[in-house]
């Protein structure tokens, strides 16, 4: 059953997504191929820019829906690879520095539970490290120091 999105404006008559999307995939998917097989980057982003001017809006706006992000599944090695490290060093980002706040967070806990005010400027310096050994550090500092200024010392 043909998708109800169809392209009835500038374009020509209308067409149904359905018949005009398998084409453009195969498109998409041959210049990966011609990639892989050497045809240089510029060379295959001005073929997809001509085909995707040829095609229909509402096929091209089909094709993007399924590129995007969240739904597009990387095909080459190359994309699969580079993707995939990607990922794993932004996760890996992303936990540092999930460690590096709770530890400014221990550090501010500590500092309150001892009365120790911190200045405006103190709490910024706390809060923007994301040096795990100059926190832990200001942790212990925090524990056994007389007056803020002394965790920074």
């Known amino acids: 059953m043909p998708s109800t999105l169809h392209d009835g404006g500038a374009d020509g008559p209308a067409l149904a997504v359905d018949a005009g999307l398998p084409p453009l995939r195969t498109a998409v998917h041959g210049l990966d191929d011609a990639a892989r097989a050497g045809v240089a980057a510029d060379a295959a982003e001005l073929y997809l820019d001509a085909v995707l001017a040829a095609a229909p809006e509402a096929v091209r706006r089909a ?53 120790l005010e911190l200045s405006a400027a103190q709490r910024a310096l706390v809060s923007e490290c994301r040096d795990l050994a100059t926190l832990d550090r ?13 965790i920074f010392e």
């Open 63 to 115: 094709l993007e829906a399924e590129m995007e992000p969240r739904n597009y599944e990387y095909k080459s090695d190359f994309a699969k690879k580079y993707y995939g490290q990607g990922v794993a060093e932004g996760e890996a980002r992303g936990r540092a520095e999930g460690v590096a706040r709770g530890r400014a967070e221990a550090l501010l806990a500590v500092a309150a539970s001892r009365g």
């Open 138 to 150: 200001w942790v212990v500092r925090a524990a056994t120091v007389g007056r803020a200024s002394e």
